[in-house]
């Protein structure tokens, strides 16, 4: 395993990062054992950093992850988040984060989080994240019940105004630095990296649309992107290539990343997406690929807060 420190935190962390929200069945329905196993395997090969949410099968994930960390839990750097309970159900207040805060450190079995963070920012009001959320997030981290602080999302413009605008040590960012996408590093990490915030890649293959099994029902991309997504796919399988080890590595890659997070539910996947660690992505293969998907590069989708989307978002599929 590859380690890099999280921005200005002293947390050193595995480049690849555990993904946990396949364990609350975001992606359909794992089995319980093998996701646990999946958890444990990981933590033998060097992953130390598992990401976490209430919302992730609404509960499900943090009490299987927090299952499965039994006695290793000193081992690992354990992040999860506050603010967003269900699709559209979402409380930024303050009341809330505290009561959210106690309710995860329960199902996860332990006394404090390593990293703490407002789920899903674009969907809250601006003024109420910064003037309300984040300083609750500080006020956990002063009381010791957590050690870091941070806010997670899709839309990039929300999250930089969080980094220029407030007191946060990490950003979690999701689908913005993949093969499909790469705006991250124009329109955030500029910021992060003035402000010395850490980032956190989260879906580096796009919410499974690079991969052969392709994009859940639910996947908000445009049609014309995960179209581009199918076809980079059977290229790639027409080369005897797998797109989702070329996407791994191709996330792996980006040194501006501490962690990239795959969301891993089963024990083949642990094990195939630790071999990408520590190797070149495939320049021929690269090539072929980021020329299919050239005029689809870089878009990105609405989320349902017309306020807070990026300027260049065009309407999400669902
Ligand atoms: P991802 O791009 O990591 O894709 C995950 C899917 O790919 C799962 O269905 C998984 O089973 C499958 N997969 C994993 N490895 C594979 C392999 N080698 N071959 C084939 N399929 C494979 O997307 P993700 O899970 O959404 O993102 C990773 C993690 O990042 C999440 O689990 C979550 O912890 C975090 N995340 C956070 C936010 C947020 O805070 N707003 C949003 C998205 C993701």
């Not at 329905?29 to 090969?45: F, S």
């Not at 990490?189 to 392709?214: D, E, F, K, Y």
Request: hydrophobic share 40%; proline share 4%.
């Amino acid at each position: 395993m590859i380690y890099r420190t999280l921005g200005r935190t002293e947390l050193s962390v595995s480049i690849l990062g555990f993904g946990a929200s396949p364990l609350g069945h975001e992606f359909g329905a794992i089995n319980e054992t093998e996701g646990i196993r999946a958890v444990q395997l990981a933590i033998e090969k060097g992953i130390n950093y598992f990401d976490v949410s209430p919302y992730y099968g609404r509960t499900m994930a943090e009490e299987r992850l927090g299952a499965a960390l039994d006695g290793k839990r000193q081992q690992i750097v354990l992040a999860s988040k506050t603010g967003r309970y269900d699709k559209d159900q979402f409380d930024f207040s303050a009341e809330r984060v505290v009561t959210s805060l106690e309710e995860s450190l329960k199902r996860l079995r332990t006394d404090y989080l390593d990293v703490f963070q407002a789920h899903d920012i674009e969907f809250g009001n601006k003024a109420q994240i910064i003037g309300e959320t984040v300083p609750t997030l500080i006020k956990m981290k002063e009381q010791g019940k957590v050690r870091f602080v941070g806010v997670t999302g899709y839309q990039l413009n929300p999250l930089r105004d969080l980094a220029e605008n407030t007191d946060i040590d990490m950003v979690l960012s999701y689908c913005r630095y993949n093969l499909m996408d790469t705006a991250l590093d124009r329109v955030l990490m500029p910021a992060l990296r003035r402000r010395g915030i850490g980032l956190v890649n989260a879906s580096p293959l796009h919410m499974r649309l690079l991969t052969a099994r392709g994009a859940p029902d639910w996947h908000p991309a445009p049609e014309a992107v995960l179209e581009a997504g199918r076809r980079a796919t059977d290229w790639c399988n027409r080369q005897g290539a797998d797109i989702s080890e070329l996407a791994l590595q191709f996330a792996l890659d980006y040194a501006s990343a501490a962690t990239t997070l795959v969301g891993m539910g089963k024990v083949s996947h642990v094990e195939r997406n630790v071999k990408a660690v520590g190797i070149k992505p495939d320049a021929e293969l690269l090539r072929g690929v980021q020329e299919i998907i050239k005029p689809v590069a870089d878009t990105c989708w609405t989320s349902d807060c017309p306020e807070n989307n990026d300027p260049e978002a065009v309407p999400a599929r669902v």
